[in-house]
């Protein structure tokens, strides 16, 4: 699988610069990325994963290069949007731009606060997210729980994410069916998990008692557009009205404000998000379901120009509140 995996890369004609943005403060490194993404493409052309998570988007090169590789896969990226870690404030969005012919969805979050990926297992997990160290542990221990294979971007970085990231190798181990590390640009480590601890990883999580993922699960994308409250009329309008009763109730009672901030919190499907954000409120949503956060997110896809005023969490309230200490 490697010797193909290289092979391919070799052969490809795949070029992210098509894709790149020509305003990225990095432009000056394109040329020397060229054969750094051919891989990325050659690992899902090979791998062909259905489905895809990858920690740290940015501008989205590498969104591109697995979704051109295997245009059928189904992609999920999530990225903090600062200008820490090697991303830029607003990059996130033109990564969304560039894959919209795909089935690609998009997540501002921090994933140091999660103890859950969104969604279930993918066959792929890609970790290029806080590549400190500690952050790539924790990356990895969120995708050992839900990946079938593991793509570990910057192995060789720094000394401190080759510690942290053979630490992690070392530790799990007895978890690990195999794992190699391609050399380049930073060095790409590709892990295969086991798929008998993947299974209790994931789904015996989901059946503890005293976890919150079983309750988390149950809300799904069909939750929300076949069951949950007012889904006949967001079926019909995407979202972009409020004409569910339970709804309208909220915007009259805050009807009482003009501006100001708004938190929704259990954002669900998004039409109230949508609609503070519209009102001109800057707004926070956050849901513990990761699809919920999808389809509020899509509520804005004719809209994108409001997305400024809002900020996506998926996170459990708790963990805000301790976020919002934290800041
Ligand atoms: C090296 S860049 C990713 C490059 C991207 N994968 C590509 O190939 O184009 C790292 C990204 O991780 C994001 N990031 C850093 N810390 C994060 C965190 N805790 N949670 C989510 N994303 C984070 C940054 O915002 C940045 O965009």
Redesign the pocket.
Known sequence: MFELIIQKAKQSNYDFRKGANPSDPLAHLFDDWVD??KL?WAIANVLKPTSIL??????????Q?FLYGNPDARYV????????????KG??NW?KETTQSFDADFII?????LEYLPGNIYDLV?V????DGD?SFH?LELALKQGRYVLV??YFWTRQNYVAVSDFLFRYANLLDFYGVIPGYAGELLIKTSPSCLEQLSHGQSYKSNSSLAIRQAYTADYYTKDCGGFDTYRRNKGKRLEDPRLQAIATISSLKTKGYVLDIGCGRGELTYYFARQGFKTTAIDYSADAIQLAVKCFDESKNLLTNVSFFVMMLALFRYKLNMI
């Open positions: 750094y993404y990325k990858e920690i740290g988007v940015r501008f989205g090169y590498s969104a290069a990226g999530i990225d903090l949007d600062t200008n820490s870690y090697g991303g830029v990059a996130i990564a979050a921090d994933t140091q606060t890609h290029d997210g806080q590549q952050g990356d971007d910057g």
